[in-house]
């Protein structure tokens, strides 16, 4: 496993900047539950993940949580390197959601790279703009989807990322990702129940019609 | 009035750039009211407000409005060339709230100058990271924040923007910049009146007692 095979545009680097990227890359391990970065002063680095699973995700003052995204295998993270970009205040919360392993490349020496290197800077472009896109996205969705559907395409999501229609999750937790109180979650949790949509006990959800949820609310 | 004035990385490119940009870029007036690109399929190019105020904002499928952030002198809109990014998809509304001026530069111009000059390449990262935030800052403000303060929020920022206390704006219209509907934000204004905060008149919402408006809800 290389760092190579995790950048895209690798091929299109000099090999100076390969060899800056080999030198100073390393891999690290982080236990499901764990902080990577984010959040305000910090500054580790951009990584990219190579198994596991991270979420990015914003703390209100009163501790409220809300989702931006999920990391997978080959994804790209740059707001645990924000402090890379002058212009970036945002204070995003990095944790691993799963055992995940990752290539981190320091802050200092991303930065670097990309004042030099036009491959580099436009690859960064690339993934600000895809993420940029994604938080519109979410937002619209926040704004104005009602919050059913964004509770149903939410089970169905997770349900496709653990391959399985039995989650583990908490309602607390739902209420987390969807940025919303968790009395909120479960007066929906019990109406799918009613509507045989899904199944609840402790620590669980269980999707019982999968399209019966789809059909409602997609 | 010089493209180069408005270009705050201008010393830093070349000859060559500085000429493309001087041969390319072209100064349009619009009138308050007019769309200047933006949605799904449109690329104008990317623009440098010389004059006036600009608008971008969201709009849902039922036609609901959410404003996104406002462009006044020397700001720099890159919306209204998505296309340059081939990982931004998201449809952003571009319109001119006032008479306004700004200078234009083709989205194939600029796009061919991002990928040949790192100075570009990074100047273009810092205005992306920079509006990232202030997007992510918008989406906190909307699901943590209540309506009471953003209403306020918003009539005290309209009050700066527009030099007076006496705002010209609809209910309809605050309704669209902050993405809610009309009757939500007629029922609070009529609470900030029976405060004392504001006088409502038709067209009309004049700000009566900005310090105690400040002191309840900022």
């Known amino acids: 496993m290389d760092i190579s095979e995790y950048l895209p545009v690798w091929s299109r680097l000099t090999e100076k900047e390969q060899d800056v990227l080999r030198k100073n890359a390393s891999l690290h391990r982080v236990s499901a539950g764990e902080a990577i970065g984010g959040g305000a002063g910090k500054c580790t680095g951009l990584f990219v993940v190579t198994e596991g699973q991270i979420r990015a995700y914003l703390i209100s003052e009163s501790g409220k949580e809300f989702t931006l995204f999920r990391l997978l295998n080959r994804d790209l993270c740059l707001f645990s390197a924000s402090c890379m970009m ?51 996205w979410l937002m619209e969705q926040h704004m104005w989807t009602s919050f059913d559907c964004r509770l149903a395409a939410f089970l169905l999501e997770e349900s496709a990322l653990e391959a399985s229609d039995r989650l583990s999750v908490t309602h607390e937790e739902i209420a987390g990702h969807l940025g919303t109180a968790r009395e909120v979650v479960t007066r929906m949790l019990k109406h799918f129940r009613s509507e045989g949509y899904v199944a609840l006990s402790r620590g669980f959800v269980e999707i019982k019609d999968r399209k019966g949820l789809q059909a409602a609310y997609l």
Chains 1, 2 share one sequence.
């Open 86 to 136: 002058n212009s970036f205040q945002s204070d995003i919360m990095v944790k691993a959601e799963r055992d995940s392993s990752f290539w981190l490349i320091p802050a200092e020496v991303y930065r670097t790279l990309m004042e030099e290197s036009v491959v580099i800077s436009n690859f960064t472009n690339e993934i600000l703009a895809n993420r940029m896109s994604e938080i519109i």
